[in-house]
């Protein structure tokens, strides 16, 4: 590849991209999550829950026991919102929040039964989505694709998703 040529022999110059090649990757990602989170989208929208419930359900599972300062942390969203979000989830009998051990501020937070049943249906659903995209694509292009992601992202971002356990409950 010392020509600069992609490996697929698209003729695309990997370190010499167009604004338009560049445009064209830009409403993809666009377009890939609109799908990524349509079918979540579809379960949440007669829970009356969104995105935000999604996430915070998502992290609490990868992290049982997290503290709601390390999920605001993961999330980047306020603390008003992130309340407002787990206020909801706890009403609703899919997340415990427990008191802290060592720190009696410390809220720590665990999924239900009823919320890890939940968190299962959503991510069965991107799961499936992507194990689809992952076959189609192949082994070298999920490889790139995973690179580039992590290219985005900020090295603060970074270094939390790679301080995230390899493998979750």
């Known amino acids: 590849m010392a020509d600069g040529k992609s490996a697929q022999g698209g ?3 990997l370190l010499f ?3 338009e090649q560049l445009r064209k990757g830009i409403e993809a990602m666009f377009f890939a ?7 979540p989208d579809r379960i949440l929208e007669g829970m009356d829950y969104g995105r935000a419930h999604h996430r915070a359900i998502h992290f609490i599972h ?3 026991g997290t503290t709601v300062n390390n ?4 999330l980047g969203v306020t603390k008003q919102s992130l309340n407002r979000v787990l206020r909801t989830l706890i009403e609703d009998g899919l997340v415990d929040s427990r008191v802290g051990r060592q ?4 809220r720590h937070l665990y999924l239900t039964e009823k919320g890890a049943a939940l968190e299962r249906e959503l991510s069965d659903a991107q799961r ?8 189609a694509a192949g082994p070298e292009a999920v490889k790139g694709f995973r690179t580039v992601l992590e290219a985005m992202m900020d090295p603060d971002q970074r270094r939390q998703y790679q301080g995230l356990k390899e493998s979750g409950p």
């Not at 499936?128 to 076959?135: E, K, L, T």
């Open 11 to 13: 003729g695309e110059s």
């Open 17 to 19: 991209l167009t604004d």
């Open 33 to 39: 999550y609109r799908g990524f989170t349509a079918d």
């Open 62 to 64: 990868r992290s049982p």
């Open 71 to 74: 999920l605001l942390s993961i």
């Open 103 to 106: 720190d009696k501020r410390e």
């Open 128 to 135: 499936a989505r992507m194990r689809a995209a992952y076959r």
